[in-house]
């Protein structure tokens, strides 16, 4: 899944992380003020 927004949603990979731990990969692809794109790979 690609997430793609305007800021970091460091809650929400908070959430990811503890629901789903090792189980979901997050990968970041921009990372620039005002464009984060995030891939989520099911591990």
Do not use: S, T
């Amino acid at each position: 899944m690609r997430f793609v927004n305007d800021h970091g949603p460091l809650p929400l990979l908070d959430q990811m992380a503890q629901r789903y731990g090792n189980g979901v990969k997050i990968e970041y692809r921009q990372r620039e003020p005002g464009q984060i794109v995030i891939d989520f790979l099911k591990q």
